[in-house]
């Protein structure tokens, strides 16, 4: 592939409803946009970093820096990039930075998909056509507007409910849902809000037949998780402790998860989240797809990586119109009533900007010629 041009868009759409988690509150999506163009086609990648560094590191703007500065000279610096994985080894010297350099991954990955004419699933080695999906709720008041937001879900077609706790809203939410909904599949996600003091805590959790909780302890510790998983049978869930492959080796061979949460933007692309589903494939580790509140872009990615075989559990990767009154692609994301997403045959992505709503959401661009 010979990149003639990459263009970066900062864009913002408003949130439907403020999304909570334990480390704060979202009200809008600030996200930036990576178009890298050949002479015949556009490849697309967004990066999902959060407008302040309490999820990971990274904000938009350390993002934008690492992009502009190191990592699109990078790129120019080779005539042609074979192969979307050629990237992996042209950036690994910068350390992490994982989303700024999932941007450019996922758009390689589209163009060299778009030059071929084939579905980007297909040519990551996906065998699904359709992918099991599932809703992540924010923290709400009382359990009483968790009960409300979960049967409007729930009527919507979901059939796997995730549940954001913190201290104070947890046992008693999670225990409401499972009263009133049965055994439906039932997780659980406290982006690090508790520590090993909490044990007792973990122990009732324990008792409710969830299929795994996730980042329970601390957002860079393996040995807590270790110590707690050695004492509950719920699956503990990684997401923010694995960046990378090495990462989700040390965490495996410690015993400290059971499955893996792969994000996508986290792990710097779709040649690293693979690689991570491979290695897990090859420990009967099973994965699943993690979200960012994505956007189109972003939800296509993950559509495409979620075919993969040891994808086993429903990904955070729902409709356009959970987060969004209206995304800027098309087709817009959809689910059926049985959760289910059909996953596109188009070339590439499969889903496409809409010119007028990809300049209505622009705030900022910046042109960067080789
Ligand atoms: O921990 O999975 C998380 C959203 C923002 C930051 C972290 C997380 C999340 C989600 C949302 O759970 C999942 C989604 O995109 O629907
Ligand atoms: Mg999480």
Redesign the pocket.
Known sequence: MKIEKIVLRKMKMALKTP?E?S?GV?TERDFILAEVHTKDFVGYGDCSA?PFPY?SEETNATAWHILEKFLIPLVYSKDEIAHPEKLYSLFSHIRRNKMAKSALDCAVWDLYAKERNLPLHKVLGGTREQIETG??IGIQKTSDDLLRVVERHMEEGYRRI?I?IKPGKDLQYLEAVRERFGNIMLQA?A?SAYTLDDLELFKEMDQLNMLLI??PLAHDDIVDHAKLQSVMKTRICL??SIHSVEDARKAIELGSTKTI?I?VARVGGLTEAKMIHDLCASHDIPVWC?????TGIGKAHNIAIATLPNYQFPG???ASD??YTEDFVAPQVTINQDSMIQVPERAGIGFEPVPELLDRFTYDIKEFKR
């Open positions: 999304f988690v480390f979202l959060m999820y809703v992540s995730k954001k996600d982006n996730e980042q997401d923010e949460n994000k993690g979200g960012m509140v994505d955070d990767i729902p959970r987060y």
